[in-house]
């Protein structure tokens, strides 16, 4: 059984006040705003981080309005694969980056693999970004009966255009099924030194496929230090912070199943 849950969250929610919603359904609410986001973003280290920590050296630095981080956008949706047992065994995860990094990151594949099919081109794109943030978990950290989750398998990447944006698809895997009944299974995905910016999307964001069970979410949005949003505040495109900043600005869900 495939079931999405909805992000819909009051207008006048702060941004780091905890949602909570159940399977069951939930009232409808209007979707929170965000805060805008500027049109131009820097874009050596934005695609430094999804392809140097991906695919290349890339492009000098060019002028933007942009200062403070998060410098790019990414909505993630993720789907949860449960087995017969009601056990979680993979996840799979969509993140579809903002229209003007995927613009400039089309470019840049583009320039490096010419003479190669467009499939090629964003085929050997995934495969390589995947390959060079595995290193860092490949964004994500797990969490089950308060122990991380290690030893993360990504596979199956794919880099897909829709409506001027590019959408990075791949699977997660992990040693040993986690069972969402007996302890709640935790994940985030972020990028560790928040230049990337990686929320839920704000509709269709979780889906639970294979469970027969009535299951819980919890997103809880993140509440950081004053200190920690100043630092993040202060710094210029081309600074390199902590990769323990990212963690204080991301985004957890908490999954609870019972039958």
Known sequence: MDRPLQRHRPMHRPLYQPLH?????????????????????????????????????????????????PHAWIDLRVSLQFDEQGKITAMQQRWLMDPF?????????????????????????AEQLLDNISGHSYFTRIE???????????????????DRRLELRFALEW??????????????VFDPTYYIEILHAESDSIRLQGSGLHCDLRIRSPSPD?????YAASLDVHEQP??????????????TCER
């Open 21 to 69: 919603r159940s399977l069951q359904g939930s009232p409808k609410r209007p979707a929170l705003r965000r805060q805008s986001r500027p049109v131009a973003v820097r874009r050596s280290r934005a695609l430094t981080l999804l392809t140097a920590w991906g695919v290349s050296t890339l492009l000098a630095g060019i002028t933007t309005v942009s200062s403070a981080h």
């Open 101 to 125: 990094m995927s613009t400039l990151w089309l470019e840049d594949i583009t320039r490096d693999a010419a003479g190669e099919s467009r499939e090629a081109q964003l085929q050997s794109a």
């Open 144 to 162: 089950h009966n308060g122990q991380e989750i290690e030893a993360l398998q990504a596979q199956d990447p794919q880099l897909i255009p829709r």
């Open 175 to 188: 040693p040993e099924p986690l069972d969402p009944e007996t302890a709640p299974v935790r994940y985030a």
């Open 226 to 230: 004053p200190a920690k949003i100043a």
């Open 242 to 255: 902590s990769t323990e900043l990212g963690r204080h600005f991301a985004e957890w869900a908490e999954i």
